[in-house]
């Protein structure tokens, strides 16, 4: 698949679907137009209930997501979009008028890979659409089963084995863990770990790095141990 660019706008040459989820008509009305005219195909739903439907019926290649919905609030449909085996991988953005950065914590735990608060600029968010399918397509490019020791990690099943044992790890700390084990014996920096893991966020510090990586060694267990720190710069993971 290749890709051009206009405008600073990515334009995919294989049309890619994106799920618009908000209880106002008119916000999903102009959210549509703007990534219409970018060369998306776009759906909406205004209910966590017509948006699972959605989801399970035809998966989408990403899906904007409101926090606040009538029926089912954003971060309980996130979580349902995480657990489920056929839609785990799904690109989400978050779009909220929570601004507030433990609400975005809490958004990026859960497995959201970016997050726009309203008022946004159209602009602006279809030109995160276009990065966040730009980083999915570059990580489903790496190796898919990785196998360091006793983890295994496999990313089309989105599932890591730790001695044979599921470790239940969010989005996050999934994609940190692939990030160091596609890299063994080799320092991966904080700065370069934001990149891959959060993109555009400018609200994510390295201390969040820090956080998510002390969670991932507690669900590893006695496997934790094999990410190591290097005080200063970043983190390892061992090679063996």
């Not at 600029?121 to 020791?149: H, K, M, N």
């Not at 084990?181 to 510090?205: H, K």
């Not at 956080?211 to 496997?223: A, F, N, P, W």
């Not at 990410?227 to 390892?236: A, D, P, S």
């Amino acid at each position: 698949m290749s890709s051009g660019a206009l405008n600073g706008v990515y334009y995919l040459d294989v049309v890619k679907k994106i799920l618009v989820i908000d209880d106002e008509p008119d916000l999903c009305e102009l959210v549509r137009v703007n990534l219409d005219q970018a060369g998306y195909r776009v759906e909406t739903a205004t209910s966590g209930r017509d948006a699972l439907q959605a989801l399970r019926h035809s998966k989408p290649d990403l899906a904007v997501l409101d926090l606040m919905l009538p029926d089912i609030s954003g971060t309980e449909l996130c979580r349902k979009i995480r657990s489920d085996s056929a839609l785990s991988d799904l690109p989400i953005i978050m779009l909220t008028a929570k601004a507030a950065e433990v609400d975005r914590v809490v958004g990026f735990e859960l497995g959201a890979d970016d997050y726009v608060t309203k008022p946004f600029s159209p602009r602006e968010l279809t030109l995160r659409v276009a990065a966040v399918l730009r980083r999915r397509s570059a990580e489903t490019a790496v190796e898919e089963v990785l196998e360091r020791g006793p983890i295994c990690l496999d990313a089309a099943r989105h599932r890591c084995l730790v001695d044979g044992a599921e470790a239940a790890l969010t989005a996050k700390e999934f994609n940190l863990l692939r990030e160091l084990m596609a890299r063994p014996g080799r320092v991966v920096t904080r700065e370069a770990l934001l990149e891959c893991v959060w993109g555009s966020d400018v609200t994510v510090t390295s201390r969040t790095i820090d956080t998510h990586l002390k969670r991932l060694r507690e669900k590893l267990g006695q496997s934790g141990d094999l990410i190591e720190t290097v005080r200063g710069v970043g983190y390892r993971f061992a090679d063996v």
